[in-house]
């Protein structure tokens, strides 16, 4: 119950919201105790406590705790454990210790559009709360220290306007990590250990791709003050007949890199690609990377989460460290197999191919096969080539758009089509 919608006895003021018999209670979306990544306190017994910030009107802050406890527990006991275990929280309490006065938190080690580095309420709020047990049944509250919370509780600390009663709940829900954890470093790597270049130019940046169980990465070069990422992966799948990447209405739906025909590395279905730019999220295909900066898309089946948020009308969306080695790519070598290079003998136009595209080549002497692969390592199409031959025409007809490679005498060569 809202702490000071409350009805009193004896002809006292009953104030909004306790008047209608049929009021119910109005917060923050639920938060379970399973995606709760700081938990306070100790014992077997488990509750859930949100707080909202309504951060002087540039933005709505929430945030939850878990808290662990044994025998039993008023709330303020609660709100008082999570301050002793997390200092970046700080409880104000009124006189009489029946309701809090404000609520502060630190949050300089956030990424938040805030107007400063500590959240607290503003002179012209209210302090309020619902409370839950452990059946989600919405229980009359008696008062912060009065209130024995239950196992299985959720606390819903929320600020309401005192002459309007509006309630201000939060569109996004942070689980705040324990700042004591030992969480695992980002992995990295230099400059100097990449292996295979793309590219001229004196500035240099890094990508990297972590799969799920590998990670690599490769180095570009350019001339210009800055570079996208699509135009890195652009020059990448161009130059490096392994590597291909998959939108899908602009959006990046995969990366592929072809160790061995019918090995093929991508991500796990059902996850996505998370993008990181110097170890901070940005802003995927379309950021601009500089000098030295480092690029890595990653596979969060290969991460270890370490914050999530919750987003209205999305859900729980989580942070991913990515702890997993990072190796360099090496210059790829021609070979017999999809993992081959180009020959310099082998020439195809026009590339990207619309209706159909021309392999010429140096004349061959004996007959032998050209194979059509997808980056998956299907094999799509069969050629017979005599003898003598110099060239090949193959019609896009029934090829998606995308990237293939055609096999023709060991030599690969890489084929998109539009």
């Given at each position: 119950m809202?702490k000071?919608?409350?009805?009193?006895?004896?002809?006292?003021?009953?104030?909004?919201?306790?008047?209608?018999?049929?009021?119910?209670?109005?917060?923050n979306?639920?938060?379970s105790?399973?995606?709760i990544r700081?938990?306070?306190?100790k014992?077997?017994?488990?509750?859930?406590?949100?707080?909202t910030?309504?951060?002087n009107g540039?933005?709505y802050?929430?945030?939850?705790?878990g808290v662990?406890?044994?025998?039993?527990?008023?709330?303020?006991?609660?709100?008082?454990?999570i301050a002793?275990?997390d200092?970046?929280?700080?409880?104000?309490?009124?006189?009489t210790?029946?309701?809090?006065?404000?609520?502060?938190f630190?949050?300089?080690?956030l990424?938040?559009d805030?107007?400063?580095?500590?959240?607290a309420?503003t002179?012209?709020v209210?302090?309020?709360y619902?409370?839950?047990?452990a059946?989600d049944?919405?229980?009359?509250s008696?008062?912060?220290a009065?209130?024995?919370i239950?196992?299985g509780?959720?606390?819903d600390?929320?600020q309401?306007?005192?002459?309007t009663?509006e309630l201000y709940?939060?569109d996004?829900?942070i689980i705040?990590?324990?700042?004591?954890d030992?969480?695992p470093?980002e992995?990295?790597i230099?400059?100097?250990?990449i292996e295979y270049?793309?590219?001229?130019?004196?500035?240099?940046?890094?990508f990297?791709v972590?799969?799920a169980?590998?990670?690599?990465?490769w180095?570009?070069?350019?001339s210009t003050?800055?570079?996208s990422?699509?135009?890195?992966m652009?020059s990448?799948?161009?130059?490096?007949?392994?590597f291909?990447y998959?939108?899908n209405?602009g959006?990046l739906?995969d990366?592929?890199f072809v160790?061995?025909?019918?090995?093929?590395?991508?991500?796990?279905p059902?996850n996505?690609?998370?993008s990181?730019?110097?170890?901070q999220y940005?802003?995927?295909?379309?950021?601009m990377l500089?000098?030295a900066?480092?690029h890595k898309w990653?596979?969060p089946?290969?991460?270890?989460?370490?914050?999530s948020?919750y987003?209205?009308?999305?859900g729980?969306m989580?942070?991913?460290?990515?702890?997993m080695?990072?190796h360099?790519?090496?210059?790829?070598?021609?070979s017999?197999?999809?993992?081959?290079?180009?020959?310099v003998?082998?020439?195809v136009?026009?590339n990207?191919?619309?209706?159909?595209f021309?392999v010429s080549?140096?004349?061959l002497?004996?007959?032998?096969?050209?194979?059509l692969y997808d980056m998956?390592?299907?094999?799509?199409?069969?050629?017979?080539l005599e003898?003598?031959?110099?060239?090949?025409?193959?019609a896009t007809a029934g090829?998606?758009?995308?990237?293939?490679?055609l096999?023709i005498a060991?030599?690969t060569?890489?084929?998109?089509?539009?």
């Open positions: 809202m000071k919608v409350l009805a009193f006895a004896c002809g006292l003021l009953m104030v909004a919201g306790a008047m209608a018999q049929d009021w119910e209670p109005t917060g979306a639920r938060v105790a399973d995606d700081f938990w306070t306190g014992g077997t017994n488990k509750a859930v406590v949100a707080v910030w309504n951060d540039t933005g802050v929430g945030i939850a705790w662990k406890w044994d025998g039993e527990v008023s709330l303020a006991d609660l709100m008082d454990t002793a275990y200092t970046r929280f700080n409880v104000v309490w009124n006189g210790r029946t309701n809090a006065d404000d609520m502060t630190v949050c300089e080690d990424d938040l805030l107007a400063g580095d500590v959240v309420s002179n012209s209210w302090w309020m619902n409370w839950y047990d059946a049944e919405y229980q009359m008696q008062g912060v009065q209130d024995t239950e196992n509780a959720f606390i600390w929320l309401m306007d005192p002459e009663y709940p939060a996004m829900m705040i990590a324990d700042p004591n030992n969480t470093m992995a990295t230099g400059l100097a250990n270049w793309v590219g001229t130019g004196s500035n240099e940046v890094l990297a972590n799969w169980d590998t990670a690599l990465a180095g570009y070069r350019f003050d800055s570079v990422v699509q135009e890195v652009d990448l799948q161009a130059a490096d007949p392994r291909s998959v939108t209405g959006y739906t990366i592929r160790v061995a025909e019918g090995d093929t590395l991508g991500i796990t059902g996505f690609f998370d990181k730019t110097n170890d940005d802003g995927g295909m379309f950021q500089g000098d900066d480092f990653a596979d089946a290969a991460g270890v989460a370490v914050d948020s987003y209205e009308g999305w729980w989580y942070s991913y460290v990515y702890p080695e990072i360099p790519v090496s210059v790829p070598q021609p017999s197999g999809i993992e081959g290079v180009e020959s003998s082998v020439t136009y026009p990207p191919a619309t209706t159909e021309t080549f140096e004349a002497a004996g007959a032998t096969e050209a194979a998956a390592g299907r094999r799509l199409m069969v050629r017979s003898a003598g031959a110099t060239s090949l025409t193959v090829l998606e758009g995308g990237v293939y490679m096999r060991g030599a060569a890489k084929v998109i089509v539009r």
